[in-house]
């Protein structure tokens, strides 16, 4: 994948900071994820059932965080009575990724929200589709730019994977040995991370990534790489990472069963996402935190401005970029945190007209 550069950055990221505890943006319950949006639709929302705006929502692969992006589509649909063609393809490959979404723009499908499988290869595909008409919005991840996708709408990932390397330093007290959990380097987003912990690591001379694991397609997979590696270093390991859902879930089945045994060599832990296993093991002591994004929104969002682009309204100059932020979750907040993400999710939505797009 390439390298994401931004244009025109607009965040607005809630951090919400406890102790020294950090975290990331979840459901308001750790069983429940099914964020909803608060604000009603306007008139103007229930006129879109008169017209044919032809959408469309890809995503590369199954996984989770597509069906928490999905839910943010669905609610989209249901506010706005405007039904969209929801593909997830089969792998994280950007011939499949190109293919599935040339057969959707054949049957009409004129207006895309895209996670691009391929950062650099996506673009190729896009300036195909451009040139008849079609536009598109990038949810998740970033195409390399320039590129002919009007807006990406997502997180930060580096600058995320920065916030939580960090804390989980802070943790450490600010030394030590950690093992830096990836998922799939497949992943554009992955390579970010990556970049973001290994810069925060360099500015702490007394902190060391001592081994680096990836390539976790599943949690099985994952609880067994995750397993070996703290058994590889036992006797070195202060802290533990991850940037992926998978490997999250992982840590925190890993950590559970560690501390279930007694063990007594404290080892800090901090995840990406808020599976309910995630969130129950940081409210149970045995995960310190999580780091989440606005999935719900970047679905929501993303469909949202593709909407608004079919009724005339263009990117305002170097509006590029939609942050849907995130939240910082420890036990102290793990059962409101979603209230916040929310809260971004609405403002965003309310200002879309004004700091996003203009009328030409």
Not at 127 to 140: M, S, W
Request: aromatic content about 6%; charged content about 25%.
């Amino acid at each position: 994948m390439g390298k994401t550069t931004k244009r025109g950055l607009v965040s607005l990221v809630v951090l919400s900071l406890t102790g020294t505890l950090l975290a990331g943006c979840g459901a308001s319950k750790a069983v429940d994820n099914s964020a909803t949006s608060t604000t009603k639709p306007t008139a103007t929302e229930a006129a879109a059932k008169k017209t044919d705006y032809k959408l469309g929502w890809y995503a590369s692969a199954p996984h989770p965080y597509f069906e928490e992006v999905k839910k943010g589509v669905e609610a989209f649909e249901k506010d706005f009575g405007i039904k969209v063609e929801k593909q997830i393809g089969p792998d994280w490959k950007q011939p499949s990724e190109t293919d599935n979404v040339q057969a959707l723009a054949a049957k009409g499908v004129k207006y895309f929200s895209i996670y691009p499988s391929d950062g650099s290869g996506a673009n190729g595909l896009y300036e195909e589709l451009t040139k008849r008409g079609v536009k598109f919005v990038n949810f998740g991840a970033s195409t390399v730019q320039p590129t002919t996708a009007s807006f990406f709408v997502g997180t930060d990932a580096k600058a995320a994977a920065m916030v939580a390397t960090e804390k989980l330093i802070t943790l450490m007290g600010g030394k030590g040995n950690i093992i830096n959990v990836l998922e799939v380097l497949e992943d554009s987003n992955t390579i970010l991370r990556k970049q973001g912990i290994e810069e925060v690591v360099k500015k702490h001379p007394d902190v060391k990534i001592i081994q680096e694991i990836s390539g976790m397609k599943s949690t099985e997979e994952a609880v067994q790489k995750v397993d070996s590696a703290i058994a590889a270093n036992i006797d070195k390991v202060d802290g533990i990472i991850a940037t992926g859902f998978t490997p999250t879930v992982a840590i925190a089945q890993v950590m559970s069963d560690y501390k279930s045994k007694g063990n007594k060599r404290t080892i800090h832990s901090i995840g990406i996402d808020t599976d309910p296993i995630v969130v129950k093991a940081i409210k149970d002591g045995t995960m310190d935190a999580t780091i989440a994004q606005n999935s719900f929104g970047a679905g929501y969002l993303s469909m949202l401005l593709l909407k608004e682009m079919a009724d005339g309204w263009v990117p305002k100059k170097d509006a590029y970029a939609v942050d849907g932020g995130i939240v910082v979750v420890t036990k102290d907040n793990a059962d409101t945190f979603q209230n916040d993400i929310m809260k971004v999710t609405n403002d965003l939505k309310a200002n879309l007209e004004t700091k996003y797009l203009e009328k030409k």
